[in-house]
């Protein structure tokens, strides 16, 4: 076994401290990974504050990991030490089940292992996450980074950017289409940059008038301040599509009166419940769906997508001793628009 520096919440709540784990060996498939940066997410505040369900402690957060590959496995035919790669949301899958054969890893229905606060295939073995110095994968759900992208930068595609991307695509979202990003925070930014690359008309659907400048100089071809006391019945019915990023409750509903007829909104956004009305998806047979991250190939193709279009996240790196204060940052909205952390700055004892 490998002993790891790591940063962990010892129990629901509790703050991020050093924390030492153990990563396996590399198997004959397995890759070690030396991690540089890793993106922190909203869904690390949520397990790591037991919002979802009771969650595995301690917990090491992180699934938008990027790194070096320091060894490999004496069956890896994919990587070799020195590629610049990166590790999502998830590490593992049935590889058995219709979703994980249709590339669709994510919705895997014999046990997908999530890169932290899940259990390995063993059924016992708990997955530490990406506030740490290495990880061990399986070759098969490594991604390559494109080598022109800033790898601080890149990190947050891992996750804010396969989540976005997935359902631009899956929902065929076209040039031209009018796109409405709800959220501007580390998923909304991504979405605004990908909905943009892909030739959409965006629009940005804001709580308060704060982050105008910042949308349009993200991409956005609008915005709205959804505070503003007109802002949903000025808006009816403007728009092809509309993705739904925010993590607090909010009113469905009233977004939803904002398709075009025939039009989906998806939520990738997991607050906690609120209620829906059957009213505005009757009212214009409008369809509400939900997507969860993308699968390998996909990210895959995410990722080689913005090398293209050098489309990366707007970040605020910190050292690993910053996190407790940039979480509470994140929860009130004050992050622009994505913290990553140097793991170089974690201590190694
Ligand atoms: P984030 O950076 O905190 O962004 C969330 C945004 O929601 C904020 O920037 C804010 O945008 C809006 N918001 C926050 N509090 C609000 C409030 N009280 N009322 C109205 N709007 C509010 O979070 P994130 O990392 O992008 O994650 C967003 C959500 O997606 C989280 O629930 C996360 O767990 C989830 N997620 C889902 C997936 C998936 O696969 N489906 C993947 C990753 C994350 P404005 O200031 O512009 O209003
Ligand atoms: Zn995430
Ligand atoms: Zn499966």
Same mark, same amino acid.
């Given at each position: 076994?490998?002993?790891?520096?790591?940063?962990?919440?010892?129990?629901?709540?509790?703050?991020?401290?050093?924390?030492?784990?153990?990563?396996?060996?590399?198997?004959?498939?397995?890759?070690?990974?030396?991690?540089?940066?890793?993106?922190? +997410?909203?869904?690390?505040?949520?397990?790591?504050?037991?919002?979802?369900?009771?969650?595995?402690?301690?917990?090491?957060?992180?699934?938008?990991?990027?790194?070096?590959?320091?060894?490999?496995?004496?069956?890896?035919?994919?990587?070799?030490?020195?590629?610049?790669?990166?590790?999502?949301?998830?590490?593992?899958? +049935?590889?058995?089940?219709?979703?994980?054969?249709?590339?669709? !890893?994510?919705? +895997?229905?014999?046990?997908?292992?999530?890169?932290?606060?899940?259990?390995?295939?063993?059924?016992?073995?708990?997955?530490?996450?990406?506030?740490?110095?290495?990880?061990?994968?399986?070759?098969?759900?490594?991604?390559?980074?494109?080598?022109?992208?800033?790898?601080?930068?890149?990190?947050?595609?891992? +996750?804010?950017?396969?989540?976005?991307?997935?359902?631009?695509?899956?929902?065929?979202?076209?040039? =031209?289409?009018?796109?409405?990003?709800?959220?501007? =925070?580390?998923?909304?930014?991504?979405?605004?940059?990908?909905?943009?690359?892909?030739?959409?008309?965006?629009?940005?659907?804001?709580?308060?008038?704060?982050?105008?400048?910042?949308?349009?100089?993200?991409?956005?071809?609008?915005?709205?301040?959804?505070?503003?006391?007109?802002?949903?019945?000025?808006?009816?019915?403007?728009?092809?599509?509309?993705?739904?990023?925010?993590?607090?409750?909010?009113?469905?509903?009233?977004?939803?009166?904002?398709?075009?007829?025939?039009?989906?909104?998806?939520?990738?956004?997991?607050?906690?419940?609120?209620?829906?009305?059957?009213?505005?998806?009757?009212?214009?047979?409008?369809?509400?769906?939900?997507?969860?991250?993308?699968?390998?190939?996909?990210?895959? !193709?995410?990722?080689?997508?913005?090398?293209?279009?050098?489309?990366?996240?707007?970040?605020?790196?910190?050292?690993?001793?910053?996190?407790?204060?940039?979480?509470?940052?994140?929860?009130?909205?004050?992050?622009?628009?994505?913290?990553?952390?140097?793991?170089?700055?974690?201590?190694?004892?």
């Amino acid at each position: 076994m490998l002993k790891t520096p790591a940063y962990a919440a010892a129990a629901p709540k509790s703050p991020l401290a050093p924390f030492a784990i153990e990563r396996r060996e590399p198997g004959p498939k397995d890759v070690l990974i030396d991690i540089r940066y890793c993106g922190v +997410c909203h869904s690390d505040i949520h397990q790591g504050r037991d919002e979802w369900y009771p969650g595995i402690f301690p917990m090491v957060p992180g699934h938008e990991i990027v790194g070096t590959v320091a060894r490999v496995g004496t069956e890896v035919t994919k990587w070799k030490p020195g590629d610049t790669v990166g590790v999502g949301c998830f590490v593992d899958s +049935c590889r058995a089940c219709d979703a994980c054969r249709d590339g669709e !890893e994510q919705y +895997c229905g014999g046990g997908l292992v999530f890169t932290y606060n899940g259990l390995e295939r063993d059924g016992k073995t708990p997955t530490y996450g990406g506030y740490s110095a290495h990880i061990t994968v399986d070759q098969d759900y490594v991604l390559r980074v494109p080598g022109n992208l800033p790898l601080d930068a890149a990190a947050p595609l891992l +996750c804010a950017g396969i989540t976005t991307y997935s359902p631009l695509r899956h929902f065929g979202v076209q040039a =031209g289409d009018r796109v409405a990003v709800v959220g501007l =925070g580390g998923l909304g930014h991504m979405g605004v940059k990908i909905a943009r690359a892909m030739g959409a008309e965006v629009t940005v659907l804001s709580h308060s008038p704060r982050k105008r400048d910042d949308a349009l100089r993200l991409g956005a071809h609008d915005f709205v301040a959804t505070s503003a006391g007109d802002a949903f019945t000025a808006n009816a019915g403007r728009f092809d599509f509309i993705l739904d990023t925010v993590s607090a409750p909010h009113d469905y509903n009233a977004y939803l009166g904002l398709l075009k007829r025939d039009r989906t909104m998806v939520l990738v956004g997991v607050p906690e419940p609120s209620l829906l009305s059957a009213f505005p998806l009757v009212m214009g047979r409008r369809r509400l769906a939900g997507s969860l991250i993308g699968g390998i190939a996909q990210t895959q !193709e995410m990722l080689d997508f913005c090398g293209q279009h050098g489309v990366v996240s707007d970040i605020e790196l910190i050292a690993v001793q910053q996190i407790n204060e940039a979480w509470d940052r994140v929860v009130a909205s004050d992050v622009r628009y994505r913290f990553v952390i140097d793991l170089a700055t974690l201590p190694r004892g």
